[in-house]
């Protein structure tokens, strides 16, 4: 079966994900050689590996065209099975390209119906063995007779992720070239070739997990259906005395990581250092030169510029300690421009760097590209990591609980969360540090929440993989010894609010796509108190027989202190349940007060400001009545919960573990509920939330910082030596001003900081139009407004051909024009899709990009980080100025306190958002696309100015009734 040579330890090191120790790359470099001896007796005696072709992704839209199958014997295959399969329609181009199957080949195949009752008789009923088997297996049970085939399927996906976890790709493909097994082509009988090899090196891999995992995972949750039970049974039979231990487990890679010289060194805080150590401006510049740092990193790199001036300009920042706000158009190439004076600084000084970034894509960048191939070509390596937030990782105490658990609660198939504790249990094996997100873990099947933690359920010290066996913890600690560390925004602030004791002490930040910190550090720095958090916390603590207190109870029954700490529970669990009934009744009041007021968002959820005249008025005397009976009761409650703690922790720490959680989050719901009752604190804007789609549940109450900027003055900048602060949009009409004033750096000395625009490396004026049709009818006479907004919405989508993006600012437009669109749009052979409510953004995106002729209506998720380069989007719509409701709280807060507020918050925050909606336009050099402002306010008000003038491209203003006209000529001029 081998076709190629395996890979040589250098090879499997690239091939696996970083960080990986030694041992386990040496290991994974072995396993070829090993497979060709190993024998797994009965459970690879008579096994079926299969794969088929398809003429599509979905078994209910779509057909087979081939299947193939190979029974194994041993190393043997003894028998083949091969056929093409006759579709009802047409095969694809695009799969015939994919697959090399035409049309002819398939003209006499057996039906579907025959070939899977062949398909039947060859397995007979044997194991099947297929990568990604959910795929295949529904093509085969879709036809009749398909479930016939067998019961038992493995995926060897799944289990390739159990077995090799330390594998940055899974795909068939990708496993067949590095073990040296067959070539996989896009053709059911090479798979199945190349998985017959695969197959003997996952057995060999799952044999080399510590002694007794396999036993472990075999005699987990007994009542559950799982394909992978008899294989890891049979190997736990291969190791019978064997015992498991995860804290060992942990302790041993932990101890091969540390021979790693490169993970082991502790870095400076820059504030015990003079000065640091810093290239010269011109040693930074010739890294971008040809044969350059830069171009070794990127042989066809050409330079730029602009990137070379931000790069020497970020490099004087950390020189004089100052900051940077630097406005980088699309094109520049900002994150090699930060990267490498940041990268040389860290090295340099022996200190750790932070970047900072809003999306996942660009965090992913710059940990799977970018640092990888710095870290290549700078003298002495680089060392790098990724920290994210707490529910990114596993929490190992929790995994042992629901592995020991007597069920497991999902609404779906119980055995996806089974695979998913393997997974994890074989990831933390060979897992120094780590997250979830590269697992494969179905989460729509799994309960993300009983297998990770958050910072205040977090058990700390009682623990027994606090602090270094942690995965939490120890990505913390390992993050401290790194020269770069790559987290987000939220991180970011979540550690300013816990005043630095998440991340390790950095003193020099990229924040890129920093266009939007405000709005998050708003979020993250927000007290909210909900019905839904309520309701989980007395769930979690329990009562006399349930929860945390019922079964600390239960453990204390037979303590020789029994009576005492018998006494302090029962005293507990009765305020606690008073506390839980005065909390449900604090929100049907929430409920009774903003049926009372006024309240800004659509029917279903209501969002009403809690103002001064409301804290004077009838229905807060009653709301505030209703509300200190809770504060009383949520007093007492956390007192006698840690008075229980307390004692009991003394003798038995380990039993007070979850009643310790719930205390501290019963607290903290305390102190949140007597901030927005008392409203004293004029830092914050108070508010309160109703779903008004349910008759209960859905209720809030919160406190959002007003003035993030002063905050960050206050309690983060003055921390930093430098924080270079980058986005491709940030300003309005040229100036900086609101940006500086949203992050604080307007509260500093002005030599503290300084600001920078760099222009696109693109040809905007060529590739974008900006078309504005000022003469659409006013909103407020909705027929009429909507009548035109449907033939203009028409006109562009049959000009472009589809590829079209519309950007509404409410649901209800949104939802109308969609269904007087869509119609006509199909008549012309266009799809449209729209984003209704509960649809999966992710899913939108997907099949918009699948598709170079369709076209999507959205909402929010969508403005900002959505990336479809090329023909997939040619034109963007936005029918109205994105501004911010005039009831939403925070505009309400800001107009009583400012007489120009509109002018300054919600007019600068709407062009940010135009300007991010362009941006989806033009994502590389070849890009080209058109814009359509839909909203006459651009022609006719002043500040439409401002939205104007800050677009890269030169505007026209044009008539509806030609705007379909000037596009077919615009396209035409751009093929």
């Known amino acids: 079966m081998s076709a190629s040579v395996p890979a040589s330890p250098l090879v499997m090191a690239q091939a696996v994900l970083p960080g990986t120790p030694q041992e386990v790359i040496d290991a994974y470099a072995t396993l070829s050689v090993r497979a060709e001896t190993r024998s797994f007796g009965l459970i690879e005696d008579d096994v079926v590996v299969l794969d088929t072709e398809t003429t599509g992704l979905s078994h209910r839209e779509n057909e087979l065209i081939e299947i193939a199958a190979a029974r194994l014997s041993g190393r043997e295959v003894v028998e083949r099975f ?73 995926d060897s996906l799944a289990l390739s992720r159990i077995a090799l976890p330390r594998l940055s790709s899974h795909k068939l493909a990708s496993m067949a070239e590095l073990f040296g097994c067959s070539s996989v082509s896009h053709r059911a009988n090479a798979d199945v070739e190349a998985l017959c090899g695969v197959w003997r090196i996952l057995l060999c891999a799952l044999d080399d997990l510590p002694a007794g995992l396999m036993r472990r995972l075999a005699d987990m949750h007994p009542d559950v259906a799982w394909s992978y039970r008899p294989i890891f049974s049979f190997l736990a039979g291969l190791h019978p005395d064997a015992v498991f231990s995860l804290v060992g487990a942990r302790q041993e890679i932990l101890a091969a990581d540390a021979a790693t010289p490169a993970t082991s060194t502790a870095r400076m805080d820059a504030d015990e250092l003079p000065g640091l150590e810093l290239p010269s401006r011109e040693e930074v510049e010739s890294c971008f030169e040809p044969g350059g740092l830069v171009n070794r990193m990127y042989p066809g790199y050409e330079p730029r510029a602009e990137q070379v001036q931000m790069a020497a300009e970020v490099r004087d920042a950390l020189a004089t300690s100052t900051h940077r706000v630097i406005e980088a158009g699309t094109g520049v190439g900002k994150s090699i421009a930060y990267l490498v004076p940041f990268a040389q600084a860290a090295k340099r000084n022996n200190i750790t760097v932070g970047i900072a970034t809003k999306s996942n894509n660009l965090a992913d960048q710059l940990i799977h590209h970018e640092l990888p191939r710095l870290a290549r070509e700078m003298e002495g390596g680089l060392t790098y990591c990724a920290l994210k937030g707490y529910d990114h990782y596993p929490c190992l105490r929790k995994l042992e609980r629901l592995a020991r658990a007597n069920e497991v609660q999902t609404t779906r198939d119980p055995a996806d969360t089974l695979t998913a504790i393997a997974v994890i249990y074989a990831y933390a094996c060979q897992s120094p540090a780590g997250d979830l997100d590269s697992l494969g873990i179905r989460w729509r099947s799994v309960r993300k929440a009983d297998l990770t933690t958050s910072s205040r359920e977090c058990a700390r010290r009682l623990c027994p993989f606090y602090p270094d066996k942690c995965m939490v913890h120890g990505s913390r600690r390992r993050a401290a010894r790194a020269d770069v560390v790559v987290t987000n925004h939220s991180l970011l602030f979540r550690n300013v609010a816990a005043d630095g004791k998440i991340l390790p002490p950095i003193r020099h930040w990229v924040v890129d796509e920093a266009h939007s910190i405000e709005s998050e550090a708003r979020r993250q720095w927000a007290l909210t108190v909900s019905a839904e958090e309520s309701l989980s916390i007395f769930e979690r603590l329990g009562g006399a027989r349930t929860g945390a207190l019922g079964k600390i109870a239960r453990d204390l029954a037979t303590s020789d202190a029994a009576t005492l700490f018998m006494g302090l529970t029962a005293k507990a669990t009765v305020t606690t349940q008073r506390a839980s009934l005065a909390m449900a009744e604090l929100f049907d009041a929430v409920r009774d007060l903003v049926r009372s007021g006024r309240a800004d968002g659509s029917y279903d959820n209501a969002n009403m400001w809690i103002s001064r005249a409301t804290r004077e008025s009838d229905a807060w005397g009653v709301f505030a009545e209703v509300a200190q009976t809770a504060l009383d009761a949520l007093d007492e409650a956390s007192k006698n919960l840690a008075s229980l703690v307390e004692t009991v922790a003394q003798e038995k720490p380990e039993f007070v573990t979850d009643v310790a959680d719930g205390q501290r989050r019963l607290k903290e719901m305390l102190d949140a509920l007597k901030l927005v009752v008392l409203g004293t604190d004029e830092r914050y804007v108070y508010s309160c939330q109703v779903n008004r789609r349910l008759k209960a549940g859905g209720e809030s109450l919160s406190a959002e910082r007003l003035d993030i900027g002063e905050a960050l003055a206050e309690s983060w900048l003055p921390e930093m030596h430098t924080a270079i602060f980058a986005s491709a949009t940030m300003t309005v009409s040229g100036s900086f001003d609101h940006f500086t004033h949203a992050v604080g750096l307007d509260r500093l000395d002005r030599r503290a900081y300084r600001s920078l625009h760099l222009d696109s490396s693109y040809d905007f004026e060529r590739n974008m139009a900006v078309v504005v049709a000022g003469d659409l009818p006013d909103p407020r006479n909705r027929a009429a407004y909507l009548d035109a907004m449907e033939r203009l919405l028409v006109d562009v989508h049959v000009s472009m051909g589809g590829s079209t993006l519309t950007l509404f600012t409410n649901r209800r437009d949104m939802e109308e024009l969609f269904e007087r669109v869509a119609p006509r749009l199909a008549q012309e052979g266009l799809s449209l899709d729209c984003q209704r409510k509960m649809a999966s953004a992710k899913l939108l995106r997907d099949r918009f990009l699948s598709d170079t002729a369709s076209s999507l209506f959205a909402l929010k998720a969508f403005w900002e980080g959505f990336d479809a380069a090329g023909e997939t989007l040619r034109c963007v719509v936005i029918p109205k100025l994105p501004f911010s409701s005039p009831t939403d709280p925070l505009s309400c807060e800001r107009g009583a306190r400012e007489d120009r507020a509109w002018a300054r918050y919600s007019l600068p925050e709407a062009v940010l958002e135009v300007k991010q909606a362009a941006g989806r336009l033009i994502r590389t050099s070849t890009d080209s696309g058109v814009l359509v402002l839909a909203d006459s306010r651009l022609v006719t008000k002043g500040y439409g100015k401002k939205f104007l003038s800050s677009l890269p491209a030169p505007y026209q203003r044009i008539e509806c009734a030609q705007v379909g006209k000037y596009l077919q000529l615009w396209r035409a001029s751009h093929r």
């Not at 003209?107 to 397995?123: G, I, K, N, Q, W």
């Open 82 to 154: 091969d056929t093409f399969v006759k579709p009802h329609a047409l095969i694809p181009a695009e799969i015939t390209e994919l697959t090399n199957i035409t049309n002819a080949d398939v003209a006499h195949a057996p039906s579907a119906e025959e070939a899977v009752a062949r398909l039947a008789d060859f397995v007979g009923g044997a194991p099947v063995i297929a990568h990604n088997a959910a795929f295949d297996r529904g093509f085969i049970e879709a036809v009749s007779g398909g479930a016939e085939v067998t019961d038992i399927w493995i």
